[in-house]
């Protein structure tokens, strides 16, 4: 990326730019340490290589072009936004920063010092000045997805346009009564903030768009059952996190081309790593971008991570909106119907969780399971040790991982990582 071709833009994004030369600096050597080293990677990801290149250059002048057409940005931390309705109404959907150490003294001034590190993160690059996609969204959308988060969003409401979406903590009738009526504020207040009355057309074209990037993501994760693994579990995941930001029609058509790589690669029986390296499952608390540690500590470890259970994974992938319905009334339904299946651990009780692990865990012909979760994380923190149960009884090892954004505890996640990964390997044989 030309820094030099997009300080003019950041200036008027009222970045702090001595601060971000400083971030792009450190990111780009982290990403040529984990993603550039690897061997025998597939073609396409140069495209995905090409787009975090210019996650803050050339992505964020698109958004700028399209808002002086007049387009509005629309950012969200989860993935119970319903993005079909932000493009129905012509708007963009984009995830924010949230993967790094960033702004933290910043943060602990708005929220407490035990917080965990995904809240603390994107409060601190927005008072530190340093996310781009942040300082240009007309509305930030948040989501009562644990406690940490409604109350950060208080906080945070002070220096970002936001709206807070309520989710239910159940799935019963009267739970889904209440989920509809939030989307249909959703509906209500993106049109009155574009202007544009969402039509069953439009509607449909976008419930369209989002199913087709969920399907090409659901291609990959069946792809990645083949043995050798086709691709690393480094690459998959960044494509998981790219899926958020870039344009999900370019996306999905840069990611099937990708996919047609990937069957050639299995077709001839080639992979990333020999056919008989443990093969680990990610499951547990979202890892947004640049958040890359616990998946390069295992895949340095000599295993090869083949999926991951999580909001940048398959929980985010897996249903489809019902494309069947033909009135808006219709489609709302499908929605609120589709995003009511995500199994977050807010809900109570959660038990299709613990299930959706163990199919992912038997399709994806995995060794074990590694639980990811981030410090004072409360609700994947107790799904932990339920889960930890339920995969015993199944006969699938699992590890149960707690860190944050910091590079302290590397050294410690290598011995323990390490640890695990040769005892799957000697129950192998």
């Known amino acids: 990326m030309q820094h030099d071709a997009y300080r003019a833009m950041w200036e008027r994004l009222d970045l702090d730019l001595p601060a971000h030369d400083g971030l792009l600096q450190v990111l780009g050597k982290f990403y040529g340490d984990i993603y550039m080293s690897q061997q025998g990677r597939l073609q396409g990801m140069e495209y995905l290589d090409f787009v975090l290149s210019e996650v803050h250059g050339l992505r964020i002048q698109e958004l700028q072009e399209a808002k002086a057409q007049g387009r509005k940005v629309i950012g969200t931390f989860c993935v119970f936004v319903p993005e079909e309705i932000t493009l129905a109404a012509g708007a963009i959907h ?61 906080a945070f409401a002070e220096h970002v346009p936001m709206l807070v979406l309520e989710v239910p903590q159940q799935k019963q009738s009267c739970d889904r009564e209440l989920w509809k009526a939030e989307v249909l504020r959703y509906k209500a207040e993106v049109e009155a903030l574009t202007g544009q009355t969402i039509t069953a057309q439009s509607l449909a074209a976008a419930i369209r768009t989002v199913n087709a990037r969920r399907r090409v993501l659901q291609r990959l994760g069946a792809l990645r059952a083949a043995s050798p693994a086709p691709i690393s579990g480094r690459d998959a995941l960044l494509i998981n996190q790219v899926s958020f930001y870039d344009d999900p029609v370019r996306f999905a058509g840069a990611i099937s081309t990708l996919c047609d790589q990937m069957e050639a690669r299995v077709a001839a029986g080639e992979g990333v790593a020999p056919a008989d390296t443990p093969r680990l499952v990610l499951s547990g608390c979202p890892m947004a971008v640049p958040n890359w540690k616990l998946p390069y ?7 090869v991570i083949v999926g991951e259970e999580s909001c940048i994974g398959t929980r985010n992938t897996r249903d489809l909106v019902d494309e069947s319905g033909t009135t808006v009334e219709e489609m709302i339904d499908a ?48 799904e932990s040790m339920k889960l930890a149960r339920r995969l015993e009884a199944e006969g699938i090892p699992s590890l149960a991982i707690e860190t944050d954004y910091s590079m302290e505890d590397v050294e410690q996640l290598k011995t323990r990582v390490e640890a695990f990964v040769e005892m799957l390997r000697s129950r192998r044989g």
């Open 297 to 303: 500590v295992v895949e340095s470890a000599g295993a």
């Open 335 to 382: 929605i609120v119907d589709r995003y009511l299946r995500i199994d977050c651990a807010c809900f109570t009780p959660n038990s299709e969780r613990m299930d959706n692990v163990v199919d992912l865990a038997r399709a994806q012909k995995a060794d074990g399971v590694l639980q990811y979760t981030l410090l004072f994380c409360q609700p994947y923190g107790h």
């Open 94 to 154: 984009v995830g924010l920063c949230a993967g790094a150490e960033a702004g933290t003294e910043l943060a602990e001034q708005l929220v407490p010092r035990n917080t965990c590190a995904l809240i603390k993160s994107f409060i601190g690059f927005k008072l530190a000045r340093l996310c781009p996609f942040t300082q240009s969204c007309d509305l930030v959308v948040g989501e009562t997805t644990c406690d940490g988060k409604k109350k950060a969003y208080e």
